[in-house]
């Protein structure tokens, strides 16, 4: 049963920097397809950005500021969160699914589309 955990939230200022990480157990991250979401305080779940291995996505609102990448010998994803603002805080949480060779990247940006989900780690970014 794959596991996963996240760290590298907190407190910072808008325009600062943060480093997420999703580190797995349970087996490696070959054949899946991982993504980040995040859920604001009142707000639905949304889709952040995603990596397989052959292709990345990212949401319209992070493009240009987040980078998703990941160490399959680690069993870790990252998401290097640059340039952060307000609307950036929320609960993120990071995601894995058994990839399929027959759906593209894009159609990982649904929620349920993941077989696997961590417990989620708080960014909060003042003004």
């Known amino acids: 049963q794959l596991q996963l955990v996240e760290s590298g939230g907190g407190l910072v200022q808008a325009g600062g920097s943060l480093r997420l990480s999703c580190a797995a157990s349970?087996?490696?991250?070959?054949?899946?397809?991982m993504g980040w979401f995040r859920q604001a305080p009142g707000k639905e779940r949304e889709f952040v950005a995603a990596i397989k291995w052959n292709g990345i996505y990212y949401a319209d609102s992070v493009k240009g500021r987040f980078t998703i990448s990941r160490d399959n010998a680690k069993s870790t994803m990252y998401l290097q969160m640059n340039s952060l603002k307000p609307e950036d805080t929320a609960v993120y949480y990071c995601?894995?699914?058994?990839?399929?060779?027959?759906?593209?990247?894009?159609?990982?940006?649904?929620?349920?589309?993941?077989?696997?989900w961590g417990q989620g780690t708080q960014v909060t970014v003042s003004s």
């Open positions: 349970g087996r490696t991250l070959n054949m899946l397809v």
């Open positions: 995601a894995a699914a058994i990839a399929s060779s027959y759906r593209d990247i894009y159609y990982y940006s649904r929620g349920g589309a993941y077989d696997y």
